[in-house]
């Protein structure tokens, strides 16, 4: 690969650049130096607090173990009322399908049979 006049004058450059680097103040390094100083001390201080875990924002969410104890009790009942309900409360299963209708499954098997021949 040939390289043309402009590209000659341009690598002449960069190779003069390499060479000529400027020094840095010791102004200007003495505070890089100290601000990468505070910034580390900074990060020190806030990684040593752990991070909460899921679990433990969720029961003081609900109120501490006090709460989540009240909370599981109440689940229980409601569960158990769900199951075995008293006599006196409603069938929730009627409200949700609104009908009471039941089949014979002597019915339905015989309604197959007539067309199998």
Same mark, same amino acid.
């Given at each position: 690969?040939?390289?043309?006049?402009?590209?000659?004058?341009?690598?002449?450059?960069?190779?003069?650049?390499?060479?000529?680097?400027?020094?840095?103040?010791?102004?200007? $390094?003495?505070?890089? +130096?100290? &601000?990468?100083?505070?910034?580390?001390? @900074? =990060?020190? *201080?806030?990684?040593?607090?752990?991070?909460?875990?899921?679990?433990?924002?969720?029961?003081?969410?609900?109120?501490?173990?006090?709460?989540?104890?009240?909370?599981?009790?109440?689940?229980?009942?409601?569960?158990?009322?769900?199951?075995? $309900?008293?006599?006196? +409360?409603? &069938?929730?299963?009627?409200?949700?399908? @609104? =009908?009471? *209708?039941?089949?014979?499954?002597?019915?339905?098997?015989?309604?197959?049979?007539?067309?199998?021949?």
């Amino acid at each position: 690969m040939t390289m043309t006049e402009d590209e000659k004058q341009l690598d002449q450059l960069l190779t003069q650049a390499r060479q000529s680097r400027p020094e840095l103040p010791d102004t200007l $390094a003495v505070r890089i +130096l100290t &601000d990468a100083e505070e910034v580390r001390l @900074g =990060q020190k *201080t806030l990684a040593g607090k752990p991070a909460r875990s899921l679990w433990t924002r969720i029961v003081d969410g609900v109120g501490g173990w006090r709460g989540m104890g009240g909370l599981v009790a109440a689940s229980a009942a409601g569960v158990w009322i769900g199951f075995a $309900a008293p006599g006196f +409360l409603p &069938d929730p299963a009627t409200y949700i399908y @609104g =009908q009471e *209708t039941s089949f014979v499954l002597a019915d339905l098997d015989t309604s197959f049979l007539e067309d199998t021949e």
